[in-house]
């Protein structure tokens, strides 16, 4: 009993931990062997649900905040965890090292995540003894908060595991049915994506522009680089639909505008050789005092090959402003590249998605009722102005769409990875636990 209450409870209260463990040491050398034995079986025996009595399965259902998509991911996870490690014991695997680099984080929140439900189990069990249940309650009740916070980390761990890699992306927004006040909606999406890469620290280049009227754009590009660009722009692509009434009319219009994701590939390198560059520097325009206005420091760039030119006039240096050219530049050729390597189903689906029928939208914005509701995930928030202008209010929809998709690809990879098991004869255990 002494043994127990020492090795398998994990109390706060160190005068009983000191005392249990004075008593334990004292009848150490009278203690048989198949203690030994208890010690290695006990958590064993917790952990592996198939073998549990229905108290410990009923106590584990009411705690136990995985999903069985969530619970079949990592214990896939944890297992090639496992299996990497061994490896690197036995040789150097750069395949191992980037995959345990990348899940070190997951495998131990998930590791104290299952320890905790493990000591809410133990616990429960010393409820019917009088003078362990106020001790006993008082540790369910810190632990189940443990629990929780173990859950967010291990949540927002399998976000980021799940994401595809890469940061730098290229955004092009498209005015496409409804004319004038398409425009203008490809106009306040571009200016509310501009805001919600500033808020990630992200930056933010210009690359093409066509505006339309004062207020308005045909089709811009943009190419953003930083901290999880992709991550947080990737739900953006697809037809964005809105519902308002134009500033030149009293009646309700249907526009559309199309956000086009591309990631940046790290495999493309683009070679520009200074002989085919023509640069040319004038005074910059717009406000800047007279510094700007004095100097030629606007850079002004032609790719000569491809008839590209670009310019620059954001610094007040000229050779600052000819390297954000050179940068743009590249951008530029290398999206030109991306668009030669599309095979021809890439190119069909692209060109239907070109067309921005109202039908096809992802997404509806709509101003009577103030909803915003995303058709693919079956998500709504309320306040369009707040959502336009505030960023906070832009990640409110991202975390809510984030984690329907989060669990519509966590079944399909259990959905993988049960038939998977189901053809080898193995996973068993992980299988009944979920």
């Given at each position: 009993?002494h043994?127990?209450?020492?090795?398998?409870?994990?109390y706060?209260d160190t005068m009983?931990?000191?005392c249990?463990?004075?008593?334990?040491?004292?009848?150490y050398?009278?203690?048989p062997?198949p203690?030994a034995?208890?010690q290695n079986s006990?958590k064993?025996?917790?952990r592996n649900i198939s073998q549990s009595?229905?108290?410990?399965?009923?106590?584990?259902?009411k705690f136990?905040?995985l999903?069985?998509?969530?619970r079949l991911?990592?214990e896939?996870?944890k297992k090639?965890y496992?299996?990497?490690?061994?490896?690197?014991l036995?040789?150097?695997?750069?395949?191992?090292?980037?995959?345990l680099?990348?899940?070190s984080?997951?495998?131990s929140?998930y590791?104290?995540?299952c320890?905790?439900?493990?000591t809410?189990?133990?616990?429960?069990?010393?409820?019917?003894e009088?003078?362990?249940?106020e001790i006993?309650r008082?540790?369910?009740?810190s632990?189940?908060?443990?629990?929780?916070?173990s859950?967010?980390?291990?949540e927002?761990?399998?976000?980021e595991?799940l994401?595809?890699?890469?940061?730098?992306?290229?955004?092009?927004i498209?005015m496409?049915?409804?004319?004038?006040?398409?425009?203008?909606?490809?106009?306040d999406?571009?200016?509310?994506?501009e805001n919600?890469?500033a808020s990630r620290?992200?930056?933010?280049?210009?690359l093409?522009?066509?505006?339309?009227?004062e207020?308005?754009?045909?089709?811009?590009?943009?190419?953003?680089?930083?901290?999880?660009a992709?991550g947080?722009?990737?739900?953006?692509?697809g037809?964005?639909?809105?519902q308002?009434?134009p500033?030149?009319?009293?009646r309700?219009?249907?526009s559309t505008?199309?956000?086009?994701?591309?990631?940046k590939?790290?495999d493309?390198?683009?070679?520009?050789d200074?002989e085919?560059?023509?640069?040319t520097?004038m005074?910059?325009?717009?406000?800047?005092?007279?510094?700007?206005?004095r100097?030629?420091?606007?850079?002004?760039m032609?790719h000569k090959?491809s008839g590209?030119t670009?310019?620059?006039q954001?610094s007040r240096?000229a050779?600052d402003?000819?390297k954000?050219c050179?940068?743009?530049?590249?951008?530029i050729?290398?999206?030109?590249?991306i668009?030669?390597?599309?095979?021809?189903?890439?190119?069909?689906k692209?060109s239907?998605?070109?067309q921005?029928?109202?039908?096809?939208?992802?997404r509806?914005?709509?101003?009577?009722s103030?909803?915003?509701?995303?058709?693919?995930y079956?998500?709504?928030?309320t306040?369009?102005?707040?959502?336009?202008?505030?960023?906070?209010y832009?990640?409110?929809l991202?975390?809510?769409?984030?984690?329907?998709w989060q669990?519509?690809?966590l079944?399909?990879?259990?959905?993988?990875l049960?038939?998977?098991q189901?053809s080898?004869g193995?996973?068993?255990?992980?299988?009944?636990?979920?």
């Open positions: 009993q043994y127990y209450i020492t090795n398998n409870l994990r706060n009983i931990r000191r249990c463990c004075s008593l334990y040491n004292t009848s050398n009278l203690l062997n203690l034995k208890h006990t064993h025996h917790l009595s229905h108290s410990q399965i009923d106590i584990i259902e136990d905040k999903s069985s998509q969530q991911y990592l896939t996870i090639d496992d299996d990497a490690s061994l490896i690197r036995v040789k150097h695997s750069q395949a191992s090292e980037r995959f680099g990348k899940f984080t997951l495998y929140a590791k104290e995540y320890d905790t439900l493990d809410i189990v133990e616990c429960h069990e010393l409820l019917n009088p003078e362990m249940e006993a008082t540790d369910i009740v632990m189940d908060s443990v629990l929780q916070s859950y967010n980390d291990i927002a761990e399998i976000m595991s994401q595809p890699s890469g940061d730098d992306i290229f955004l092009e498209r496409a049915a409804g004319g004038i006040e398409s425009s203008v909606f490809a106009n999406l571009f200016t509310m994506y919600i890469a620290g992200c930056n933010w280049s210009v093409e522009e066509d505006a339309r009227g207020i308005g754009i045909a089709r811009v590009v943009v190419s953003i680089s930083g901290p999880d992709l947080v722009f990737q739900f953006e692509a037809v964005h639909r809105v308002r009434v500033l030149n009319d009293t309700v219009h249907t505008a199309i956000v086009i994701v591309t990631k590939p790290h493309i390198k683009i070679k520009i200074e085919d560059l023509e640069c520097y005074r910059a325009s717009g406000p800047g005092g007279q510094f700007v206005q100097t030629n420091s606007k850079c002004r032609v090959p590209i670009v310019t620059n954001t240096l050779q402003n000819k954000e050179l940068k743009k530049l590249s951008d050729l290398l999206r030109e590249e668009e030669a390597n599309l095979s021809a189903t890439e190119k069909t692209k239907q998605a070109m921005g029928d109202r039908s096809d939208k992802i509806t914005y709509n101003y009577k103030g909803v915003i509701t995303d058709h693919r079956k998500v709504e928030v306040g369009i102005s707040d959502y336009l202008a505030d960023p906070e832009f990640m409110e991202h975390r809510k769409v984030s984690g329907v669990l519509q690809k079944a399909e990879i259990a959905e993988g049960g038939e998977d189901s080898k193995i996973g068993q255990s992980s299988r009944n636990r979920s």
